[in-house]
């Protein structure tokens, strides 16, 4: 089969199950090569913003800048890609203000400038403040994919599977919740096309 087989017959992908966090897509026909690439790329070849840079204005809490800033960058982000491009930077601010009490600072607190970009869950802590302790900082997210930092993965698993049947294997792609799965797929497959097709121009570019 060839790639161009390949990519048509993903058009017409046979989807056994999905919800809004997992996905199980049936591959009849694929070579185990262009299979195990798809997996992969959905893992970590489609780009998701994530925050890059952290400026701590103050930190007064237990958890130095570096983990701070660890922190912030490993929460997930939703991401809108028709919107922006891998260029793009989306601020984000948080300022707890003073704590009174023992409290737990969640990613609730995280302001965007776009709404469209913003932590996917807001229940995820990220450093506990004592009375008299604040945090305020200033975020910069931007695309990028997983292969470059974890932190950048769209799916948390990825995983291709064998069937009783020879010619078919099934995909499940489960999200991180900054992509739905059924879009990382097929980002996925338009991944893998290009970069079958940068590799047929090198090859073509050796030849001459």
């Not at 302001?111 to 990220?126: A, G, L, Q, R, W």
Request: charged share 30%; glycine share 4%; hydrophobic share 35%.
């Amino acid at each position: 089969m060839h790639f161009d087989d390949f990519q048509q017959d993903l058009s017409s992908l046979d989807v056994i199950s999905k919800d809004s966090q997992k996905i199980a897509i049936k591959l009849k026909g694929v070579p185990l090569q262009y299979a195990n690439a798809l997996r992969r790329v959905c893992l970590n070849g489609v780009t998701v913003f994530a925050i890059d840079t952290v400026d701590i204005i103050e930190n007064t809490s237990v958890l130095p800048d570096e983990g701070l800033a660890h922190r912030l960058g490993l929460i997930p982000l939703k991401t809108d890609l028709s919107k922006y491009n891998e260029s793009d930077k989306i601020l984000l601010v948080l300022d707890s203000g003073e704590s009174e009490v023992t409290r737990t600072v969640l990613s609730s607190e995280l302001s965007s400038e776009d709404d469209t970009v913003k932590p996917v869950s807001e229940k995820i802590p990220i450093v506990q403040l004592a009375p008299g302790q604040k945090i305020k900082v200033e975020c910069y997210a931007r695309l990028g994919r997983g292969t470059e930092h974890a932190k950048w993965n769209s799916s948390n698993i990825s995983t291709l599977t064998d069937t009783p049947k020879d010619d078919e294997k099934i995909l499940t792609v489960e999200s991180t919740g900054a992509l739905n799965p059924e879009q990382i797929v097929l980002e996925g497959v338009q991944e893998v096309s290009r970069r079958v097709v940068e590799f047929k121009d090198m090859i073509n570019n050796l030849e001459e």
